[in-house]
């Protein structure tokens, strides 16, 4: 319905446009000049009609415009009571359209020109109006500086609205990547540290057990599936559907990343103080991930680890510290300089008002993050 009454309205404006420049033209002295005004009048109208400013459509419109000032100089019968009224609205728009669309240089250029066609109209008024010329004159030059400054600002507009949509989207491409490398690359990981001690056990050169092989083999199925689960959520999240977020807890975050981990079974020691509180939807995201890419360095680069361990506690300031360690010793090959498991990590917890340390203890290494509780209420 609104675009209807949109419509309504263009054609309403555009039949009074006409009317207008058709009486215009009638009230000319001579036909040449009322069609001289009438052209004049319809070219802008019809470079406005385009989506851009078209570099041909401006100058054939600055071209015939200036030279019927000129000609309107040199002849006797000019017009007395108007010099293109139509003419100089759709001069306006066009000069607001190339300040706006087209490039520095040729915004500068085009509006030049633009200016001058503008500041120059009234001279085509009958020489007995010489008393109102330069009063027109400073009312079209006042007419110009606020169109100018209304198309830059229009300009700046576009610039931060374009900008803004691009931080937007590598913002949004930076969340894809984070929640691909925290999701997918765990359970993939996974698969890869069981399909290992699968192939170990059966070098050995004994029969692996039927059971302890069966469990194996359904370590590998069960993280191929949640592997697929996490792609599926993705493929939602990027088609613009919200995604579920059932996990409200620390306890609930914690039981969901280890279930199913390949390495040896985590201990946890979570505080009660923030073990059930309900947290808000973006502390639990990055707790998750703060848990999950801790277990799956422990499997890449600490693969003789025998004890992990999950701590949370409350800290000051309505925050809570959340801390995973192994003792999985140093790796034999330094961590890569250039891994992303860390920085998105770092970003996700600095997002939400947290804060990130890594780095190695006497026996292996650990993971620490500060987030904020934000409790409310259960």
């Given at each position: 319905m609104r675009e209807v009454w949109i419509r309504i309205t263009i054609a309403v404006v555009l039949a009074a446009a006409g009317f207008a420049l058709i009486i215009e033209?009638?009230?000319a002295p001579t036909?040449?000049?009322?069609v001289g005004l009438v052209v004049c009048g319809v070219l802008p109208a019809l470079a406005l009609m385009s989506?851009?400013?078209r570099t041909g459509q401006v100058l054939t419109v600055v071209g015939a415009s200036g030279t019927f000032t000129t000609v309107c100089l040199f002849v006797s019968a000019r017009p007395d009571n108007t010099f293109?009224?139509?003419?100089?609205?759709?001069l306006y728009w066009l000069l607001a359209r190339v300040i706006v669309q087209c490039a520095p240089l040729r915004a500068a250029g085009f509006a030049f020109g633009l200016?001058?066609?503008i500041a120059t109209l009234p001279l085509r008024l009958d020489p007995a109006e010489t008393h109102h010329k330069g009063v027109l004159i400073g009312i079209l030059c006042v007419g110009i500086w606020f169109i100018g400054l209304l198309g830059?600002?229009?300009r700046l507009h576009d610039r931060r609205r374009a900008d803004a949509y691009e931080l937007a989207r590598q913002a949004q491409r930076l969340a894809y990547a984070r929640d691909l490398h925290d999701f997918v690359a765990h359970h993939v990981t996974a698969i890869v540290a069981q399909t290992k001690a699968v192939r170990y056990v059966t070098a050995a050169g004994v029969p692996p057990d039927p059971e302890d092989l069966d469990a194996?083999?359904?370590g590998i199925e069960q993280a191929g599936s949640r592997a697929l689960a996490s792609m599926r959520t993705m493929v939602t999240v990027m088609r613009g559907k919200a995604p579920e977020h059932p996990v409200t807890t620390l306890t609930e975050v914690v039981a969901a990343a280890v279930a199913g981990f390949a390495g040896p079974t985590p201990t946890t020691a979570l505080d009660p103080g923030v073990a059930d509180l309900m947290l808000p939807h973006p502390t639990v995201n990055a707790a998750q991930h703060v848990v999950l890419?801790?277990?799956t360095n422990v499997l890449r680069h600490a693969p003789t680890a025998t004890r992990v361990e999950i701590v949370a506690r409350p800290g000051p300031e309505s925050r809570f510290e959340l801390s995973v360690t192994n003792d999985g010793g140093q790796p034999d090959e330094p961590r890569p300089q250039d891994g992303h498991g860390l920085v998105g990590l770092t970003e996700r917890v600095t997002a939400v008002g947290g804060s990130l340390t890594a780095g190695a203890t006497t026996d292996g290494w650990r993971v620490r993050a500060v987030l904020p509780a934000m409790v409310s209420a259960p």
């Open positions: 033209g009638l009230s036909v040449p000049i009322g989506a851009t400013a293109g009224t139509i003419e100089a609205a759709a200016a001058t066609v830059l600002y229009l194996m083999l359904a890419e801790s277990l």
